[in-house]
């Protein structure tokens, strides 16, 4: 099953500084049959306007990965870890048992990130925060996991998750495949460009939801940028 969610049907809310869309229930978006997928528990779709961001805010017991799509992100933490965050790199942190962070865009221009919520497989750890560079050209044509709690080695960011977050930059008419094992589920959203996949079409920010597919084949119609979260 492949089910495409367009963007122009999320949920999502507009408070002036932050226009958000939200793939899944959260705050005061709720469907009963967008909780989640499989351990994915949310996908937010967030522009954050220059100078502002998220003030001060705890969480705890959740893997939350920051995708930047375009402009920066800067984090800091109670726990001393302050970093800025560039297009199409990712920062991690595990909120344990309990962070308190800032997010803000102190750029120039508007900020445009997926947020991503993943249920931990691992609860009562010390909270944690790291971020890494993932240059475009490294996942040109194919998929490179950025983030893993099921995968040993490699450059990935370490979550406490049974997950994988995945990124390819396809250019227009160029094709990959991402394999999925069996009774594993796919969410995957293209921060740019469209695309088809196993010949369902699908554009910009739209969600795609996959269960009961083993082999995921994509073919760019225009140059793309493709995220993918593997989950249980």
């Known amino acids: 099953m492949i089910e495409v969610r367009p963007f122009a049907e999320l949920g999502g809310a507009h408070h002036g500084w932050l226009n958000a869309k939200h793939h899944f229930s959260f705050a005061s978006y709720y469907d009963a049959q967008r909780m989640n997928w499989g351990q994915l528990r949310v996908w937010n779709d967030d522009e954050i306007a220059p100078q ?6 705890p969480h705890q017991d959740m893997e939350i990965i920051t995708y930047v799509r375009e402009g920066a992100i800067t984090h800091q933490d109670n726990l001393g870890n302050k970093g800025r965050t560039e297009a199409g790199d990712v920062q991690v942190m595990s909120a344990g048992t309990g962070i308190a962070h800032s ?17 931990p497989t691992q609860h009562g750890a010390a909270p944690s925060w790291g971020a890494r560079p993932f240059p475009k050209g490294e996942r040109a044509g194919s998929f490179v996991t950025l983030a893993s709690g099921i995968d040993d080695g490699g450059d990935a960011l370490s ?3 049974n997950a994988r977050l995945a990124a390819a930059t396809l250019k227009a008419g160029q094709s990959a495949e991402y394999r999925l094992e069996k009774g594993r589920k796919a969410y995957l959203v293209a921060a740019k460009g469209s695309y088809e996949v196993n010949g ?7 969600g795609v939801a996959v269960r009961d597919v083993e082999v995921l084949s994509f073919t760019a119609s225009e140059d793309s940028e493709i995220v993918l979260v593997d989950v249980a």
């Open 52 to 57: 502002s961001g998220f003030p001060p805010h």
């Open 103 to 119: 997010e803000y865009n102190l750029e120039d221009e508007t900020t445009k990130i997926f947020q991503i919520w993943i249920m």
């Open 200 to 206: 369902i079409k699908a554009q910009a920010r739209d």
């Open 159 to 161: 979550i406490r998750a």
